[in-house]
């Protein structure tokens, strides 16, 4: 399955922004889908995902703060993202988990300025 994260961009600290994944492939209900991140200097880390049936899973610092859905009739999976903090700032990236080297796409850029 290929994925395309979009709807990042420049946030004030406490703001929102929903990012959305669009997946091509006829498997992509059956999948788990996670978004994941990588800020400049860092390794990517696993943010939260979702499996076929909704049910969910977060890293602890976006507990509370995001949350991450999915359409499976429109092949999409969403991350709301409330409370943004500076330290949220990170290309995002959507794939399936665990993660498969050939289903990164692009990520979307998010900053969070204080």
């Known amino acids: 399955v290929q994925l395309q994260a979009s709807g990042g961009g420049l946030v004030q600290a406490g703001g929102s922004l929903r990012l959305s994944c669009a997946a091509s492939g006829s498997t992509f209900g059956l999948n788990v889908i996670g978004w994941y991140r990588q800020a400049p200097g860092k390794a990517r880390e696993l943010v939260a995902f979702?499996?076929?049936?909704?049910?969910?899973n977060y890293a602890d610092s976006v507990k509370g703060r995001f949350t991450i859905s999915r359409n499976n009739a429109k092949n999409t999976v969403y991350l709301q993202m409330n409370s943004l903090k500076p330290e949220d700032t990170a290309v995002y990236y959507c794939?399936?988990?665990?993660?498969?080297?050939?289903?990164w796409g692009q990520g979307t850029q998010v900053t969070v300025s204080s």
């Open positions: 979702i499996h076929s049936g909704g049910s969910t």
């Open positions: 794939n399936v988990y665990p993660s498969h080297p050939r289903s």
